[in-house]
């Protein structure tokens, strides 16, 4: 069988989303929208329904999968619902629902929903993506109250940059949130990963973690919370071929390498149709047999090839982590131009191995 194959650790699964919690000093839905990331939102919520408060997923369809599973803990329709028809699913499946425009607002005064709503009433307090308007927070809260088809209504809001430790936006965002709610006495959730990480004196009776649950850092910069962290997934594979390479012989395609010495290259099981970036260039680290080393060349669709001249005792057979506890994806993702989210929602193809459940 082919090596490639993504270890995913459910124990550090749980160390993180207890030390998210631990730190927050908060209840947390565990976001596990795009299928946790990558992880698989199935196994993943499975692995935390004992001590998850909810989880949270972009759509209805995400949710059903994981009631379909049998996860019973509420979960949160990030974006609510896309047309209507999707309440009746919602009170069905007894979801929880964020209205972030007033034409949510308007299908559920229109919609005889027949139980009462959990709404997560979104403002758009500066990102400007979905959100309503803060001047307009105050009587959409109303309206949503006077629909008389609410059980909850808890307020929310999503930073643009807390992610960037220097910023003053996410503290202008908070001010903006709190001067528009000022009098509504209900729960509030503000904070994502890197807002429980990074922004300690943010309030939240909720908060929203999805990138540090899977033990990867949003900071491009050292932080101390991100230090302890355990990563959640090891993508590996093994060396299928090794070449001996004279000084000035390319490797890969369009020959975007040229050993500079006489050199021991790896070919690896790994590629771009499995989610690696392909954006990644030479010197990406990759730690071969336990020992680090580097990426070679232009990756393709199925392999990749590795530096293993100073890799003693490496050859045939010796197993390459891309990314794991060791090779943090965050570094690969940095070094690829991108960041972790995107190349763990990339996986596709390697089988998923699950531990610690
Ligand atoms: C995806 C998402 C999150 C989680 O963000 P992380 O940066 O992964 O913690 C939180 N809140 C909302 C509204 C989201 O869409």
Not at 42 to 70: K, N, P, S, W
Not at 268 to 273: N, S, T, W
Request: aromatic share 6%; with cysteine.
């Amino acid at each position: 069988m082919r090596p490639a194959r993504a270890l995913i650790d459910l124990s550090a699964l749980r160390h993180n989303y207890q030390l998210a919690r631990e730190i927050a000093g908060a209840r947390a839905l565990a976001v596990i929208k795009a299928d946790a990331y990558g992880h698989g939102a199935v196994r993943v919520a499975q692995a935390l329904e004992t001590e998850a408060d909810g989880f949270a997923v972009a759509c209805i369809e995400e949710a059903l999968e994981l009631r379909q599973a049998g996860i019973g803990a509420p979960i949160l329709l990030l974006e609510g619902f896309f047309e209507a028809e999707e309440l009746a699913l919602i009170v069905e499946h007894d979801i929880w629902c964020v209205v972030h425009s007033s034409w949510q607002l308007e299908a559920i005064e229109k919609t005889n929903v027949g139980k009462p709503l959990h709404i997560w009433l979104k403002m758009d307090s500066g990102m400007h993506r979905v959100g309503i308007h803060p001047g307009e927070y105050q009587a959409a809260y109303q309206r949503l109250l006077a629909t008389g088809k609410t059980a909850k209504i808890v307020l929310m809001t999503h930073f643009a940059r807390a992610d960037e430790l220097g910023s003053v936006r996410t503290d202008e965002q908070v001010a903006i949130f709190e001067s528009a709610r000022e009098g509504l006495t209900a729960q509030v959730s503000l904070r994502n990963s890197p807002a429980v990480m990074g922004w300690p004196n943010v309030p939240s009776d909720w908060v929203r973690p999805g990138i540090m649950l899977y033990g990867a850092t949003p900071f491009d910069q050292p932080q101390s919370v991100a230090d302890r962290l355990q990563p959640v997934m090891t993508l590996e594979s093994k060396v299928i071929c090794v070449r001996e390479l004279p000084a000035g012989e390319p490797v890969g395609y369009g020959g975007a390498f040229v050993a500079d010495r006489n050199m021991r290259i790896g070919v690896v099981a790994m590629g771009y149709a499995d989610g690696y970036p392909r954006q990644a260039p030479t010197g990406t680290p990759v730690m071969i047999d336990g020992q680090r080393s580097q990426l070679l060349g232009r990756v393709s669709m199925d392999m990749l090839c590795v530096d293993l001249t100073n890799v003693p005792g490496a050859g045939l057979g010796s197993r390459v982590e891309l990314w794991g506890k060791n090779v943090l994806a965050s570094d690969v993702a940095a070094s690829a131009g991108t960041i972790p989210y995107q190349i763990f929602c990339n996986l596709k193809r390697v089988p998923r191995l699950y531990s610690g459940a």
